[in-house]
T-cell receptor
Framework: AQKVTQAQTEISVVEKEDVTLDCVYE???????LFWYKQPPSGELVFLIRRNSFDEQNEISGRYSWNFQKSTSSFNFTITASQVVDSAVYFC??????????FGTGTRLTVIP | EAQVTQNPRYLITVTGKKLTVTCSQNMNHEYMSWYRQDPGLGLRQIYY???????DKGDVPEGYKVSRKEKRNFPLILESPSPNQTSLYFC????????????FGDGTRLSIL
């Protein structure tokens, strides 16, 4: 069975602080894909990044970076120098086989100005 | 513009009154899916469709029906809505390949009184 755990329900940081959102996944499949989505207060879901199970390279995109570690089944997301616009709910998700997404319960990030 | 369009965006209705939430995509995607989002539970899949006339149950299908008569449309039907179906609903589409991110509609907030 597939499972995604986001243990942090809510996080608050002060603007310009760095913050890491944790994601731990479970799957018996050897081929799988991990995603992060952002849900801003307006409610839509915005795709941020995809990582496949064979590529453990970390990725950086501007202030965002992702750390994928198969040894610990984790796919953590770090925002550097957080900004108020980063305030949102962030979802980690797992896809195997038929493109069905299994979501974590989300982490609500509040960046305080 | 590539998009997934859901209607209505908001609906308040009463128990037992049949309703349909429409979903349409203009990307010629094979795969479409419905999710519901509830506080503390993240997004859970209701039904999905790999192609026209092919639908399958997700994790929480009870009380819902779907149909896929055309590639672009995937309506969600609540034959006899109940208060526990009050939720935020998202439709999504993708090419169907598990490495491809899903594109989400803007969501439909349903309140069943």
């Amino acid at each position: 069975a597939q499972k995604v755990t986001q243990a942090q329900t809510e996080i608050s940081v002060v603007e310009k602080e760095d913050v890491t959102l944790d994601c731990v996944y479970e799957t018996r499949d050897t081929t799988y894909y991990l995603f992060w989505y952002k849900q801003p207060p307006s409610g839509e879901l915005v795709f941020l990044i995809r990582r496949n199970s064979f590529d453990e390279q970390n990725e950086i995109s501007g202030r965002y970076s992702w750390n994928f570690q198969k040894s610990t089944s984790s796919f953590n997301f770090t925002i550097t120098a957080s900004q108020v616009v980063d305030s949102a709910v962030y979802f980690c998700a797992l896809s195997t086989g038929a493109n069905n997404l299994f979501f974590g319960t989300g982490t609500r990030l509040t960046v305080i100005p | 513009e590539a998009q997934v369009t859901q209607n209505p965006r908001y609906l308040i209705t009463v128990t037992g009154k049949k309703l349909t939430v429409t979903c349409s995509q203009n990307m010629n995607h094979e795969y479409m899916s419905w999710y519901r989002q509830d506080p503390g539970l993240g997004l859970r899949q209701i039904y999905y469709s790999m192609n026209v006339e092919v639908t399958d149950k997700g994790d929480v299908p009870e009380g819902y029906k779907v149909s896929r008569k055309e590639k672009r449309n995937f309506p969600l039907i609540l034959e006899s809505p109940s208060p526990n179906q009050t939720s935020l609903y998202f439709c999504a589409s993708s090419t169907g390949l598990s490495h491809q991110p899903q594109h989400f509609g803007d969501g439909t907030r349903l309140s069943i009184l």
